[in-house]
């Protein structure tokens, strides 16, 4: 009796350790997949950028569309679906093009306050209740995205203002997706790849340049990156609980440094660094309170 006693927990012990590292494992993937794109755009449109990633995306994810074609027959709040794709797509696009003029930490800075804009969102929007300490925390994450935005008529610009209309578009994503929980994820994946699919049809129609063959590679690769992430952070979940393994998609904003200042020689401002602690600390605060309180929590993914 001890020793199955000792290796149910030693299964156990394995699976969160196994979550965590699939977590990690997907936050360097998505932190990667996002500097690639940023390094694409530097050439090539937004708009080619979104439907080539998608056109792999959709390829690799094909099989399972088939297999699972059954599931997208009868889905739950059809409209609802629908507007969630919209806002994925647009917080997608807007994520890569605020990356053409801003560093890669910044832009993650923005969407690290997603789960704060959540939680004011529900107490606004949905009437759930909110007590005093999460307002308190909300509150200071929203400093903290003020420090890291810094304010003036000199450093507020257009870039910065589209990543943090990005990071609410992402926010309201992550609530609508909290009311499509029965959603399978096979169609919750595939849907956002189609929406990315046809608004960068539509755009790189106006500006295609043709890509070389070293960078129809990188555009294959960043698709392939994401949706392997999107599984990895999937698995990870299943595997253990979300209060082990959510805190560690935090660890995206060391990432985007590294990635920043590595590959574009980007060194972070004191001021996006302070806020990014600030809002980190502000989100898991939140985090915490929310499983305290048996609500579902807003996850930190990353744009796919």
Known sequence: MPLFK?????????????????????????SFGDAMGKFLVGTYSVGQLLFLRACAALLLLLPLIWKQRHQFLHLERPRLQLFRVVLSTLEVAAFFLATVYLPLADVITYYLA???FVTAMSAIFLREKVGWRRWTAILIGFCGVLI????????????????????????TLMLIT????????IVMASSQFVGTFLLGAVLSAFHWVPPTPGSLVIFATAGLISVTALFCVNRSLKLAP?????????SMIVWAVIFGFVV???VPQVATIVGAAIIIAAGFYIYLRERDLGRPSAEVNPPV
């Open 148 to 171: 890291a935005l810094r304010p003036s008529a000199q450093t507020v610009s257009l870039p910065a203002l589209i990543a943090l209309g990005g990071s609410l578009s992402f926010a």
């Open 6 to 30: 000792n290796l149910s927990a030693y299964d156990e012990r394995s699976a969160r350790l196994a979550g965590i590292a699939l977590m990690v494992l997907s936050i360097f993937m998505f």
């Open 242 to 250: 979300a209060s082990v393994v959510v805190p560690y998609q935090y």
């Open 114 to 116: 997603g789960p704060i």
């Open 178 to 185: 909290r009311s499509l929980r029965k959603t399978p994820d």
């Open 264 to 266: 574009f020689g980007d």
